[in-house]
């Protein structure tokens, strides 16, 4: 035909491709403007773009450097161009997003490193001369759990304290709270137990609120965001602020004139308080005579050194800051010597010693107690002996009394200011002497045929132990044998015993007055050890190898040693050659040179007096010989006597050399 009446899709009846074959006569393409072009007897027809997708909507998370990729798959004639649109903006291609088209009609986007930002609707649009079509894809944006508010608060004590945590993500996260110093946790519509603690949140903002701030609130609390994909945390820190407190419970302090004492003014403020000393309405300077204020972190220290009664009195520390100011006051009072201890006892009493106890006087006088002196003596004497206790202890042993003797002892406290009033005077008597307690003895096994016993010291009766007596015997036999040990000893050894025998023992101690009662005691000695075993019983093997090596050894130098002095051989005998043959060698050189001065053979040379001068060449030293030639005389050899003219004295047989 020579004309066409509009547009053919390929989804009218009867046409089921983009080119189609009309006639033989002629063809046509149809376009959108109703324009017919006679191309040839082909006629071509264009399609509108079909596009599909596979998957529609999308998720990621963010910040995890994820990646998400579109696919368009697009039909028509002309084949269509993609573009990909986001809000109204044509994409294009770049670090993130990566545009693709693959030859099956597939074209592809790929958003790269995905942020919360990049979520939302994207668009596939295919265009082409017939027509364009457009499909919606979606990307949903997870995102972990950030908080981005959350600051430190201020509270007065009693008041109520507001802290705020704000937190985002994708989903809301849930809020929560926990206070780090016990760990408790605090949650939106629950309720603590002391119904102080409130949360309240909504749309990733959480308020607690603490009512009645005590200084336990004061610290760091923790909000947590947490939502299914994640969590995160942040700290804060609740500081509380409040009036000064005091914390010295001392009140009165005691001292006297001239005597330097600290009156301590301790307080806990925040913020930090500053402190002031009064006096009768009059403000303590630094300036102010026999008076001196150091200071620290929260104590103020005024020292005073009282010098007239008017110096006592009262005193106050003031300490003060912005929340409020606190008093606290402080008594100078005079300190006097303690009150006397009282009921005095003793207790232990023998020959030579006494234990004193008694009790802590009423009244320290105000200054802490340094020491108690015990005074005693013997009746009738005018001069008491002195006895410091150990620090503030309440009992004291005197020691070097003499037997048999009536003695009286009182007790003083003593502090700073002085010495107190003695106790009432007490007597007491020594024992008189008398023998000694049994002795006591304790048993052990000694080395070999012996045994050990240890003698515990006892009551010696008032005088010392001059002896023990220790008889001992077999249980079979009759006759007791005796061994005396001086009495400073503390043990007694008994030896030589039998193997495999029971023995008793009976020891009786012995002072000047006389002897004591006896103390009886058994032991039994074992068997006969094996020598072997005895020696070698606590030695592990490499010990027992080690000693054998040792033995051996010093076995080869004992049989090395005898046959250096006996039979002149042996390792020590090479050894002291060698070093003597050094030594020889050495000297036997020197001697020589000094000995062969005027032995020359002359060769070359029929006048002396014509010859070389020593050192030239042709000039040989030769060593001495006998007139034969056959054996060289040994200069250490030769025997040289003189008459009394000076003459040489020789035989027939010497050599004339």
Not at 51 to 64: E, I, K, P, R, W
Not at 136 to 144: A, R
Not at 149 to 178: F, H, Y
Not at 624 to 640: A, R, V
Request: include cysteine; aromatic fraction near 8%; hydrophobic fraction near 35%.
């Amino acid at each position: 035909s020579d004309s066409c009446d509009g547009i053919y899709s390929p989804h009218s009846p009867g046409h089921q491709q983009s080119e189609s074959v009309l006639d033989s006569a002629s063809s046509f393409i149809a376009f959108p403007e109703s324009a017919c072009v006679i191309v040839s007897p082909v006629c071509v027809i264009a399609v509108p773009p079909v596009l599909s997708v596979f998957q529609q909507s999308f998720n990621a998370t963010a910040d995890y450097q994820e990646s998400v990729t579109f696919t368009c798959i697009t039909s028509g004639s002309p084949e269509p161009a993609v573009t990909w649109h986001r809000k109204g903006q044509q994409l294009e291609p770049s670090e993130q997003y990566i545009l693709d088209k693959k030859g099956d009609g597939r074209s592809t986007l790929t958003i790269r490193n995905i942020r919360q930002a990049d979520g939302g609707a994207y668009a596939c649009k295919a265009t082409n001369k017939a027509g364009s079509q457009e499909r919606e894809l979606f990307l949903k944006v997870f995102v972990q759990p950030h908080i981005t508010q959350l600051k430190n608060v201020t509270a007065v004590e009693g008041s109520a304290a507001m802290i705020s945590c704000v937190a985002e993500g994708e989903p809301l996260p849930d809020i929560s709270w926990r206070r780090a110093s016990d760990g408790q946790t605090f949650m939106d519509g629950v309720k603590n137990r002391d119904g102080r603690f409130e949360v309240r949140g909504r749309h990733g903002k959480s308020v607690l609120t603490i009512s009645g701030v005590r200084l336990t609130d004061l610290g760091r609390f923790d909000c947590e965001a947490q939502s299914r994909i994640g969590g995160h945390q942040k700290s804060m820190f609740l500081d509380i602020e409040y009036v000064p407190k005091f914390l010295t419970n001392q009140s009165i302090f005691y001292s006297w004139e001239g005597n330097p004492v600290n009156i301590s003014c301790d307080v806990m403020s925040n913020p930090p308080a500053t402190m002031l000393w009064r006096r009768e309405r009059f403000t303590i300077s630094e300036v102010t005579p026999n008076m001196h204020i150091h200071r620290a972190e929260g104590r103020s220290v005024l020292e005073v050194t009282p010098m007239s009664d008017r110096d006592f009195g009262r005193y106050n520390c003031t300490a003060r800051n912005n929340i409020g100011v606190r008093y606290q006051e402080f008594i100078l009072a005079q300190a006097d010597v303690p009150s006397n201890p009282y009921s005095v006892r003793l207790s232990a009493v023998s020959q030579r010693l006494a234990t004193v106890t008694f009790l802590k006087p009423d009244s320290h006088g105000g200054v802490p107690i340094s020491y108690y002196l015990v005074q005693y003596k013997e009746v009738g004497s005018q001069d008491w002996r002195d006895v410091k206790s150990h620090s503030v202890q309440t009992t004291v042993v005197l020691t070097g009394l003499e037997p048999n003797t009536t003695y009286e002892v009182r007790v003083a406290a003593v502090n700073g200011k002085g010495q107190g009033e003695f106790s009432h005077t007490e007597s007491f008597q020594t024992l008189a002497i008398r023998e000694p307690s049994p002795p006591a003895v304790h048993g052990q096994k000694g080395i070999g045929k012996a045994y050990r016993l240890g003698l515990v010291k006892q009551d010696d009766g008032g005088m010392p132990i001059v002896e023990y007596i220790v008889k001992y015997k077999t249980d079979k036999e009759e006759q007791w044998m005796t061994k005396l040990v001086p009495g400073a000893n503390d043990f007694a050894l008994l030896q030589p015993l039998q193997w495999n025998t029971k023995y008793e023992v009976e020891i009786t101690a012995r002072n000047v007055k006389g002897l004591s009662e006896p103390t009886f005691y058994q032991f039994f000695m074992p068997q006969k050890p094996d020598v072997t075993e005895s020696l070698f019983s606590g030695l592990g093997y490499g010990a027992v190898v080690g000693l054998g090596l040792g033995a051996l050894l010093l076995l080869l130098v004992l049989v090395d040693v005898s046959c250096f002095f006996l039979r002149h051989c042996g390792l020590l005998m090479c050894i002291t050659r060698s070093l003597c043959s050094k030594k020889t060698a050495t000297s036997s050189k020197g001697k020589e040179m000094e000995e062969g001065k005027a032995a020359y053979l002359l060769t070359n040379c029929s006048d002396w007096t014509k010859c070389p001068p020593p050192g030239v060449p042709n000039r040989k030293k030769l060593p001495l010989k006998e007139e034969n030639g056959k054996e060289s005389l040994k200069p250490d050899t030769i025997e040289i006597k003189v008459h009394g003219d000076n003459s040489l004295h020789i035989k027939p047989d010497d050599s004339k050399a």
